[in-house]
Each structure stands twice: as C-alpha cells, then as structure tokens.
C-alpha cells in the first residue's frame, strides 16, 4: 500500500527566506511522486513530478525536490519564497501499477511573511 | 488547450438527494480521475476510468458511483446524500496509457443540508 506524510501542516517563512515543504512516503514498489498546489478556490497546479532517472527534479515557480530513496522522501525546496507562494501543497504517490490512483498527503499550508 | 471543466461548479442539495457531478477532460486524455477534498480527510481517491471502464476505485461506499463516455467525459453520481458528502469534489484527466501527471479542473463545491 502506498502513503505519504506530511511533516508540518503549517509552515511559515519570511519573504526571501528558503522554503522546506517536508514529505516522506511509503512505498511496497518504486514510487512515483509528485507535488501539488493549491490556491483557494482552485484546483491542484502539477509543481513537479519523479518518475525514475534523476533525483533532483526542478518544477515551476523556481521549485524543486529530491528522491532520497534510503530516507523515502521527497522534500520541497525553493530558495527564496515570494508572497506569490503562499498556498497548500499537497505530496502525492503512486506505484506505477495500478493506473492513476494516487495517494495525497494532508497538505502543509505555506504563509509567506512580508 | 482547454483545461478540464467541471460543471456544476457549486451546489446545494438536501439529505436523501442524489447528484451528478460533470467533467471534461483535456481533449484526448482518456483517463479521468475524480477526488473528494475535505478539510478533514484531505484528498481521497473515489474512482478512475480510462476508456470508459473504471479502472480503480477507491474506498467509498455504493452511493458513490461514475461513468465514462466514449468521448472521455465522465460523471459521478451520489445517491441518497447526507451531510458528510459536503466537500469539493475534484476530478483529473491525464494522457497516455499509464501513470501520468494528472491535470485537475477547478472542482465542485458539493454543501448538503
């Protein structure tokens, strides 16, 4: 079965300051794994995604995350956060074997502080 | 291209109703994938169909149930709702055969009295 957590449901930063969206996953099979916003009233934007091959993946908005297979995490990264970032990013995995069904996390809500 | 569409975009029904909830993927995905959100339970997978065959479902009882059309174009049904069905329901189409990035639309705001 497949499952991913969310560390921290909160976080907030300062402007400029680095962001770190923490997700860690469980996984039977090779994961496949993506990160997700949300703005309100919105649906899910695609940030990034890993399938295989690299394990530093860059997405939109200057984002990027790591596959640490030894530690099952997939933490978002950003350098220097925009108030633009404030929103709900959700972690998502899949196992590649049963179609689209993916498994999200509980989503970590960022503020960006002026 | 068009993104998905999901119609209605809110709604307001009362216990014991049944609804339909629209979506159209993005032109050629054949893949569509509907969601509950709820602030409680986040985001839980209902049911994916790929070519008009539901080909997972997640773990909700019968009163949740979907469709495909052969134009990819999927509806859920709720039947018999009651207060706990109040969420956003989400739905995501995605291209190709196999796991895909999925493209959500903008959902519906599903409120039951």
């Known amino acids: 079965a497949q499952s991913v957590t969310q560390l921290g449901s909160h976080v907030s930063v300062s402007e400029g300051a680095l962001v770190l969206l923490r997700c860690n996953y469980s996984?039977?099979?090779?994961?496949?794994l993506f990160w997700y916003v949300q703005y309100p009233n919105q649906g899910l934007q695609l940030l990034l995604k890993?399938?295989?091959?690299?394990?530093l993946v860059k997405g939109i908005n200057g984002f990027e995350a790591e596959f640490k297979k030894s530690e099952t995490s997939f933490h978002l990264t950003k350098p220097s956060a925009h108030m633009s970032d404030a929103a709900e990013y959700f972690c998502a995995v899949s196992d590649g074997r049963t179609g689209n069904q993916f498994y999200f996390g509980t989503g970590t809500s960022l503020t960006v502080i002026p | 291209k068009a993104g998905v569409t999901q119609t209605p975009r809110y709604l307001i029904k009362t216990r014991g109703q049944q609804v339909t909830l629209s979506c159209s993927p993005i032109s050629g995905h054949r893949s569509v994938s509907w969601y509950q959100q709820t602030p409680g339970q986040g985001l839980q997978f209902l049911f994916e169909y790929f070519s008009e065959t539901q080909r997972n479902k997640g773990n909700f009882p019968g009163r949740f149930s979907g469709r495909q059309f052969s134009n990819s174009r999927s509806e859920m049904n709720v039947s018999t709702l009651e207060l706990g069905d109040s969420a956003l329901y989400l739905c995501?189409?995605?291209?190709?055969?196999?796991?895909?990035?999925?493209?959500f639309g903008p959902g519906t705001r599903l409120t039951v009295t």
């Open positions: 996984s039977s099979v090779p994961p496949y």
């Open positions: 890993y399938t295989t091959g690299a394990t």
């Open positions: 995501a189409s995605t291209g190709g055969t196999g796991v895909g990035e999925q493209y």
